[in-house]
């Protein structure tokens, strides 16, 4: 029995020896993942100047549809050397080309008239509206301070999954072309009379300026 049993415990010390002895070369493998680039998006406003009009509405040496945005008769004039007097109406009109690029972007934009001639003329009044790129009236004010607010959202094209609802909001083109008109109306027709006060002759009339500025905004439609 012990030679049998030494036998044994001699074979499980070869075995123990053999398994220890082993190697196995173990499979393993790799591969990387690209980072990909995330390319920010882009937010600005510019505005260009469009021109000025004689708008007068009882002069005849006008040019039917004259003016680029409201179509009223009238004619070039140039605001270095055209004097204004009781009974005329003078429009201006300026582009604001809106840059919006991202999925997610939105912007107010904000119109407010600031110095300017302080009172105006007897009987001058000085008002603007906004139009969007089809000529639809979108806003109107007068330049007297106060700040008109403008919702804007990226066009879709080209960009993600998605359907905003965009509600109050308008879409800009993604063009360089103009998204609005801002057009300012200096209008003296109301006090077209003999009374006007002798003060305002040779008297020079500077504008409110229009200032815009456009600000991303997180809330409102199609955020929580």
Not at 16 to 37: E, K, R, V
Not at 127 to 132: E, K, N
Not at 141 to 153: C, E, H, K, P, Y
């Amino acid at each position: 029995m012990k030679n049998k049993t030494k036998g044994v415990i001699a074979g499980l010390a070869g075995l123990a020896l053999l398994s220890g002895g082993t190697t196995f070369a173990l499979w393993s493998d790799s591969d990387s993942i690209p980072g990909g680039t995330i390319t920010n998006g882009e937010l600005g406003v510019s505005a260009t100047s469009v021109g000025w009009f004689d708008v007068s509405p009882d002069r005849t040496d006008v040019t039917v549809a004259a003016t680029p945005v409201t179509e009223l008769a009238g004619h070039t004039v140039d605001l270095q050397t055209w004097r204004m007097v009781p009974g005329d109406v003078a429009e201006g009109t300026y582009g604001l080309d809106v840059t919006l690029v991202g999925d997610n972007l939105v912007a107010n934009l904000d119109v407010t008239s600031s110095g300017g001639t302080t009172p105006l003329p007897e009987g001058l009044v000085v008002s603007y509206q906004v139009f969007d790129a089809d000529g639809t009236d979108v806003t109107a004010g007068v330049l007297d301070g106060t700040s008109t607010t403008l919702r804007f959202a990226a066009p879709r094209t080209g960009q993600a999954a998605g359907a905003p609802v965009n509600t109050g909001t308008v879409v800009v083109d993604g063009t360089t072309a103009a998204d609005l008109f801002v057009v300012v109306t200096a209008d003296w027709s109301a006090e077209a009379s003999d009374t006007t006060d002798d003060s305002t002759m040779n008297a020079a009339t500077a504008l409110k300026n229009l200032a815009v500025s456009l600000q991303q905004d997180r809330s409102g439609a199609d955020f929580s």
